[in-house]
Structure formats: C-alpha cells, structure tokens
C-alpha cells in the first residue's frame, strides 16, 4: 500500500481549501457551488482551483484583506483534487501558460505543490466556511487563527438608481485604470446581467455585493457596506 492509500485509510489525507473573498461568497452560496472560472482567452472551459495551504494561499490575496476584500474559505473534501497541471491541461491551457502560472505563484510566495484543480462545481451544501479570526493583515494572514463562519443568510436585492450609478461608474474607472491589459478591458463591454445580493454573517457587518456578468460570460464585482446602501428585495 503506498503512502497516500495508508493515510486516506488512517483518516489523515489533510483537507483542500478553496480560498476567494468576501465579496463572492453572496453569489457563491446563492449559486448553490463553487464554479470553475475561465481563467485565459482560449481556454475551452473553466478551472477550479484548489489548494493543500491550510494558513493561506499568497495567490488569492493580491488586493488586500479588508471589508469585501476579507478572505474566506471553503474547507473542500480531499477526493475533488486533481493535479493542476492536467486539469489545466484538460481545460486547454498551453505548458507556455502552465510554466507562467507556477513562476507567476512562486513569485506572489505560493508554493505550486500544493495547488490542485478541477473541472467541475462542487457543492457547498455541507461545506465548512471559515474566515481569519481578528484583523488579519494580508502578509499576516499565515499566522492568521481560521474559524467557521455561522449565523450567514444571503437575499437578493435591487440597487436604487444612486447605488447602482456608483457601481457603473467604479466598473469603469477599473477598465480604463492606468496599466489595465487591454485584453482584460476588452473583456467587461456590452451590457452587463447585474445581479446584487445582501450577505449578512454573525460577527461580521454586511454588504451589498453586485455581481456584473458579462455577454462574453466574464464577471466583475463591486461591493458596499449594507447600512449605506438603500435596497429593495428582488
């Protein structure tokens, strides 16, 4: 029997984290999954990344850590992960994009092997969410104490016309920022599906998060603390 067989039948295969933020996980629990993402023009379908890193994935965390920027996480059974670089294959990606991605981690601190993928949605229906305990600084967050998150309800909601021009108008402003790729940019045009939803956790404050979808099935998030934005219920 080798190692991995000896240490799932001993019960001590370590747990696969699924790391994203605050501001998705609104649309992440109404969606019932977690959803593999497009990550590259080219690529036939998307990829859902997974990780053995049980203190925090430096890949994840690129905009910092607080408000709608705080990190959660999904604690994942063991059986979903799948070497990232098949499944990267599996989904079209090119060994030129596979060997970029691995530098591109190393050099944001991740560690490569530790990541693991799939193709496809995960339920999160039994999930265990948890989030940093405190306020965890970003480059802190390795000594960060995780704890389950409980007491959460997700609403869908409609921006009033003020809220939803400054949603419009912060899309924007990220498009034409200076040093965006204009593949990118060229990514968030046409007219948006706009869906908003109020996320409420004990021991957190709220937030209105609104989810812009794209024609070319590309998203962008905005997000605003629930007691300053007017809503109705959808």
């Known amino acids: 029997?080798?190692?991995?067989?000896?240490?799932?039948?001993?019960g001590q295969v370590p747990a696969l984290?699924?790391?994203?933020?605050?501001?998705?996980?609104?649309h992440i629990l109404a969606d019932g999954c977690l959803q593999p993402a497009r990550v590259q023009e080219g690529h036939h379908c998307g990829i859902l990344w997974l990780t053995r890193q049980p203190h925090y994935e430096p890949a994840s965390y690129r905009q910092g850590t607080a408000g709608a920027q705080m990190p959660v996480r999904f604690r994942v059974p063991p059986d979903y992960g799948r070497d990232w670089r098949r499944v990267s294959r599996a989904a079209g990606a090119s060994d030129r994009w596979i060997v970029g991605i691995a530098e591109a981690g190393r050099k944001l601190g991740s560690?490569?092997?530790?990541?693991?993928?799939?193709?496809?949605?995960?339920?999160?229906?039994?999930?265990?969410?948890?989030?940093p305990a405190g306020d965890?600084?970003?480059?802190?967050?390795?000594?960060?104490?995780?704890?389950?998150?409980e007491g959460f309800s997700v609403e869908d909601t409609e921006l009033d016309e003020t809220a939803l021009g400054e949603v419009l108008d912060e899309m924007e402003r990220a498009r034409k920022a200076p040093g965006?790729?204009?593949?990118?940019?060229?990514?968030m045009t046409g007219t948006p599906t706009i869906t908003s939803r109020v996320l409420l956790l004990d021991g957190i404050p709220g937030l209105v998060s609104?989810?812009?979808?794209?024609?070319?099935?590309?998203?962008?998030?905005?997000?605003?603390?629930?007691?300053?934005?007017?809503?109705?219920?959808?």
């Open 111 to 131: 560690d490569p092997a530790k990541w693991l993928a799939t193709l496809d949605p995960i339920p999160v229906a039994g999930l265990t969410i948890d989030a």
């Open 136 to 149: 965890a600084p970003v480059m802190r967050l390795q000594d960060a104490l995780w704890v389950p998150v």
């Open 210 to 234: 609104t989810q812009l979808r794209f024609p070319g099935g590309n998203c962008t998030y905005a997000s605003t603390p629930a007691a300053l934005v007017d809503t109705t219920a959808a």
């Open 17 to 26: 984290y699924h790391y994203t933020s605050l501001q998705h996980l609104p």
């Open 1 to 10: 029997m080798g190692e991995a067989a000896r240490r799932r039948a001993a």
């Open 180 to 187: 965006v790729d204009p593949r990118n940019a060229a990514k």
